[in-house]
């Protein structure tokens, strides 16, 4: 994406482009500058967009100014963009994880004392079922079907619960409680247990849309086995009760010691590669006591001590105009929020908005008063710092770090690296900053030696990453040591299976946003979803055969979509309609397209995550005139 291309194309011009259009038009190559005049995007030196940029951030206070960051950033590249931000006098970190697995991040330590999973891919080997619930690893885990592939060759059962029938995973009980485990591990089972006996299975039916006799075969399924993984993804953790369903999730696995022995545990699957390494470097608008007092004693820095925002709450603060500026390392914060016909001209709204990113997005083209695009290198490609070729690390879902060096030509001489950019940015907004900035991203072992100092488990942290395979940070209930306040895994006990937003009417569907094949979160590559056999195009509405019979609608209908929620006055026009095998009284739709329909306070009060799993809709006849249309059934 040249600077010829942008000044010959307009932002709006840009704007009323596809997001898969947008994808095709390539890498960025230059920083750029939004020219208001021309409503173009025209270069900009990098000295001068930093300059400018900490310029009027020293103008602002800090807690008026938005840290954005994507799963995609490095642990070094987080590390210092949490410092800087810290240094600036901030804990507003809006993060990618709060839109997906927050859930998990604030349930897990409630039941087992870390808000991680305890599974390793060992495990996998030794395990003798999988329960999966949640997700569709055929498009948004791909490298989890070759080891479910495994399994079924093997013939260990792998258990689905899932709204959608996805292709890619069709393919005598005694007392099964173990009690040893219970009585020395954990604590609240009784009340648990007195919980569960209360509650009517003609309610678990109802509310889950499964019988008893189905639930029945996979309680007995899950009694035989020795060993049993449960993975689960979104489907679990975007609802209004998401830390809920991930507390019931440890429940389970508690109930027969299925936590911290081989082939056993709790595997939260989530996107980014990076997404679960960010928060264990310091992104978190909620940062422990512990953490602040490491920061303040290795860096010579004084951290804010109050709570800053998570993306919620900074959408909100830049809606009402307490937010001022919006500083993303990645992502594509707009389109991946709910509701969109506030977050867009929020973004519009703002003083400055500044994004490092490989591509052009939507987000960027969503322009403030002053807009910044700070291209940066990609991971396969060769970083080359003072020191000589760098190396960056993530932590996967597994907690496995491991290091990534990249060896291709970078896309343009003008792109700088992640940890560069945020180093240039700091240093031109804090020109008397404790830090020695550019010392770090000489070498970004110096950069990794700070983090073993500030966080523990990075121990060795230079010396273990040049090992095959990196190494693995502590997982306490992997060895049945539970960091809670109890030093014992906590069984948790809820108001119900009603606890759901109940909106009355029989027209009444609860909408599921999903991911198409050819998609990874924001990011579409192309507009087909082989698996569901929809091709060319994305404006379809998963839909269940008898629920459109009932309400006199036929496959290649055209309906608009509303959410029916009190207050609320969302629309999504024009889709069409595809008979599909998923569960009645759901309909699904694809994210991001669909976030249209989500309120932006739709969403769990633990953990803030948006429910983009369980909207209330109701659908309107917009035409009978079918276009060409490929899928479902």
């Given at each position: 994406?040249?600077?010829?291309?942008?000044?010959?194309?307009?932002?709006?011009?840009?704007?009323?482009?596809?997001?898969?259009?947008?994808?095709?038009?390539?890498?960025?190559?230059?920083?750029?500058?939004?020219?208001?005049?021309?409503?173009?995007?025209?270069?900009?030196?990098?000295?001068?967009?930093?300059?400018?940029?900490?310029?009027?951030?020293?103008?602002?206070?800090?807690?008026?100014?938005?840290?954005?960051?994507?799963?995609?950033?490095?642990?070094?590249a987080a590390w210092l963009?949490?410092?800087?931000?810290?240094?600036?006098?901030?804990?507003?970190?809006?993060?990618?994880?709060?839109?997906?697995?927050?859930?998990?991040?604030?349930?897990?330590?409630?039941?087992?004392?870390?808000?991680?999973?305890?599974?390793?891919?060992?495990?996998f080997d030794q395990t003798?079922?999988?329960?999966?619930?949640?997700?569709?690893?055929?498009t948004n885990h791909p490298?989890?079907?070759?080891?479910?592939?495994?399994?079924?060759?093997?013939?260990?059962?792998?258990?689905?619960?899932?709204?959608?029938?996805?292709?890619?995973?069709?393919?005598?009980?005694?007392?099964?409680?173990?009690?040893?485990?219970?009585?020395?591990?954990?604590?609240?089972?009784?009340?648990?247990?007195?919980?569960?006996?209360?509650?009517?299975?003609?309610?678990?039916?109802?509310?889950?849309?499964?019988?008893?006799?189905?639930?029945?075969?996979?309680?007995?399924?899950?009694?035989?086995?020795?060993?049993?993984?449960?993975?689960?993804?979104?489907?679990?953790?975007?609802?209004?009760?998401?830390?809920?369903?991930?507390?019931?999730?440890?429940?389970?696995?508690?109930?027969?010691?299925?936590?911290?022995?081989?082939?056993?545990?709790?595997?939260?699957?989530?996107?980014?590669?990076?997404?679960?390494?960010?928060?264990?470097?310091?992104?978190?608008?909620?940062?422990?006591?512990?953490?602040?007092?490491?920061?303040?004693?290795?860096?010579?820095?004084?951290?804010?001590?109050?709570?800053?925002?998570?993306?919620?709450?900074?959408?909100?603060?830049?809606?009402?105009?307490?937010?001022?500026?919006?500083?993303?390392?990645?992502?594509?914060?707009?389109?991946?929020?709910?509701?969109?016909?506030?977050?867009?001209?929020?973004?519009?709204?703002?003083?400055?908005?500044?994004?490092?990113?490989?591509?052009?997005?939507?987000?960027?083209?969503?322009?403030?008063?002053?807009?910044?695009?700070?291209?940066?290198?990609?991971?396969?490609?060769?970083?080359?710092?003072?020191?000589?070729?760098?190396?960056?690390?993530?932590?996967?879902?597994?907690?496995?770090?491991?290091?990534?060096?990249?060896?291709?030509?970078?896309?343009?001489?003008?792109?700088?690296?992640?940890?560069?950019?945020?180093?240039?940015?700091?240093?031109?907004?804090?020109?008397?900053?404790?830090?020695?900035?550019?010392?770090?991203?000489?070498?970004?072992?110096?950069?990794?030696?700070?983090?073993?100092?500030?966080?523990?488990?990075?121990?060795?942290?230079?010396?273990?990453?040049?090992?095959?395979?990196?190494?693995?940070?502590?997982?306490?209930?992997?060895?049945?040591?539970?960091?809670?306040?109890?030093?014992?895994?906590?069984?948790?006990?809820?108001?119900?299976?009603?606890?759901?937003?109940?909106?009355?009417?029989?027209?009444?569907?609860?909408?599921?946003?999903?991911?198409?094949?050819?998609?990874?979160?924001?990011?579409?590559?192309?507009?087909?979803?082989?698996?569901?056999?929809?091709?060319?195009?994305?404006?379809?509405?998963?839909?269940?055969?008898?629920?459109?019979?009932?309400?006199?609608?036929?496959?290649?209908?055209?309906?608009?979509?509303?959410?029916?929620?009190?207050?609320?006055?969302?629309?999504?026009?024009?889709?069409?309609?595809?008979?599909?095998?998923?569960?009645?009284?759901?309909?699904?739709?694809?994210?991001?397209?669909?976030?249209?329909?989500?309120?932006?306070?739709?969403?769990?009060?633990?953990?803030?995550?948006?429910?983009?799993?369980?909207?209330?809709?109701?659908?309107?006849?917009?035409?009978?005139?079918?276009?060409?249309?490929?899928?479902?059934?």
């Amino acid at each position: 994406m040249t600077p010829a291309f942008l000044a010959a194309n307009t932002v709006s011009s840009l704007l009323a482009k596809s997001d898969f259009e947008l994808e095709g038009y390539g890498r960025l190559t230059h920083p750029l500058v939004y020219d208001r005049d021309s409503d173009t995007l025209r270069p900009v030196a990098w000295e001068q967009a930093f300059a400018r940029i900490g310029e009027i951030l020293r103008g602002l206070q800090p807690d008026e100014v938005e840290f954005y960051t994507s799963g995609r950033a490095s642990n070094e590249a987080a590390w210092l963009f949490q410092l800087f931000a810290r240094e600036y006098g901030t804990n507003n970190f809006p993060d990618c994880s709060n839109m997906c697995h927050e859930s998990t991040s604030v349930g897990l330590p409630q039941s087992i004392g870390i808000g991680k999973g305890t599974v390793s891919l060992d495990d996998f080997d030794q395990t003798e079922l999988v329960i999966s619930i949640g997700h569709n690893p055929g498009t948004n885990h791909p490298r989890m079907m070759g080891t479910l592939h495994e399994l079924s060759r093997r013939g260990v059962p792998i258990i689905v619960f899932n709204p959608l029938r996805e292709r890619a995973l069709e393919e005598e009980q005694g007392n099964v409680l173990d009690h040893a485990f219970i009585a020395q591990h954990t604590q609240g089972f009784t009340a648990f247990a007195d919980d569960l006996h209360a509650t009517r299975w003609q309610d678990i039916e109802q509310e889950s849309g499964l019988t008893r006799e189905s639930l029945t075969q996979v309680a007995a399924a899950y009694a035989k086995s020795r060993a049993t993984i449960v993975t689960y993804g979104m489907g679990i953790t975007q609802h209004n009760k998401g830390t809920s369903n991930v507390r019931l999730i440890a429940d389970l696995l508690l109930m027969r010691g299925n936590i911290g022995k081989p082939g056993a545990g709790i595997c939260p699957l989530r996107g980014h590669s990076n997404v679960q390494g960010n928060r264990t470097v310091g992104i978190s608008e909620k940062p422990s006591a512990a953490f602040l007092d490491s920061l303040q004693r290795v860096m010579g820095i004084t951290p804010p001590r109050h709570h800053g925002h998570d993306a919620v709450k900074a959408l909100e603060a830049m809606i009402a105009g307490d937010a001022k500026a919006l500083i993303c390392l990645g992502g594509n914060f707009a389109v991946a929020m709910p509701d969109h016909e506030r977050a867009f001209p929020a973004m519009r709204g703002l003083e400055l908005s500044v994004h490092v990113g490989t591509k052009l997005n939507r987000s960027h083209l969503l322009t403030a008063k002053e807009t910044f695009i700070l291209p940066c290198l990609g991971r396969t490609e060769l970083d080359l710092q003072a020191s000589g070729r760098q190396s960056i690390t993530v932590e996967d879902s597994m907690s496995m770090v491991h290091a990534s060096s990249g060896k291709l030509k970078p896309a343009s001489p003008m792109l700088r690296s992640e940890p560069a950019i945020v180093a240039g940015l700091a240093k031109a907004t804090l020109p008397a900053s404790k830090v020695d900035w550019q010392y770090l991203v000489e070498d970004y072992d110096r950069i990794r030696d700070l983090i073993e100092q500030t966080i523990p488990g990075f121990e060795d942290y230079n010396q273990r990453i040049r090992h095959p395979g990196g190494f693995r940070m502590p997982l306490p209930p992997t060895e049945r040591i539970w960091p809670t306040a109890t030093g014992k895994a906590m069984f948790s006990v809820f108001k119900g299976v009603h606890e759901n937003v109940v909106v009355e009417g029989e027209d009444v569907m609860r909408l599921v946003t999903l991911r198409s094949h050819d998609q990874y979160n924001t990011t579409i590559y192309a507009m087909d979803d082989r698996y569901r056999g929809v091709f060319g195009r994305r404006d379809v509405l998963f839909m269940n055969e008898q629920d459109m019979a009932a309400q006199g609608l036929e496959h290649g209908d055209r309906v608009d979509i509303h959410t029916a929620l009190p207050d609320s006055e969302l629309t999504l026009e024009d889709i069409t309609v595809v008979a599909y095998g998923i569960a009645p009284g759901t309909v699904g739709a694809y994210y991001p397209e669909a976030n249209v329909l989500v309120p932006l306070n739709y969403l769990d009060e633990e953990s803030g995550t948006p429910s983009y799993k369980s909207v209330p809709v109701r659908l309107t006849l917009r035409s009978k005139e079918i276009r060409p249309l490929a899928g479902g059934r």
